[in-house]
């Protein structure tokens, strides 16, 4: 049985870092592109940014480019979102997923897999 199981969310000031992480067990986290979600009350489920299979591609969206960092512990099966410089629009469930596609670009990824997701809110 696949799972993708969240940890590390909380409250947060606007300004501050936080790094969630996502441990996988049942699937092999190098077989796969990984990638992180949100979703923030009363919107979609929106696509944040996605690393691929070894670590050496990643892509993020423009609203947290340059803010958010995706990496990944193979050895651990767990990959990582560390962000930086919170902003009050970052507050969301933050959603880890899987893509057994491990040729994919990041840009492309696709969820076959989802974690059940870890709040992140960010106050002023």
């Known amino acids: 049985q696949v799972q993708l199981v969240e940890s590390g969310g909380r409250l947060v000031q606007t300004g501050g870092s936080l790094r969630v992480s996502c441990a996988a067990s049942g699937i092999t986290l190098r077989d796969h592109v990984m990638g992180w979600f949100r979703q923030a009350p009363g919107k979609d489920r929106e696509f944040v940014g996605a690393?691929?299979?070894?670590?050496?591609?990643?892509y993020y969206v423009d609203a947290v480019k340059g803010r958010f960092t995706i990496s990944r512990d193979n050895a651990k099966n767990t990959v990582y979102l560390q962000m930086n410089n919170l902003k009050l629009e970052d507050t969301a469930v933050y959603f880890c997923?899987?893509?057994?596609?491990?040729?994919?670009?990041?840009?492309?990824?696709?969820?076959?897999?989802w974690g059940q997701g870890t709040q992140v809110t960010v106050s002023s």
């Open positions: 690393i691929s299979w070894n670590g050496d591609s990643t």
């Open positions: 997923a899987a893509d057994p596609q491990i040729f994919r670009a990041p840009s492309e990824f696709r969820t076959l897999y």
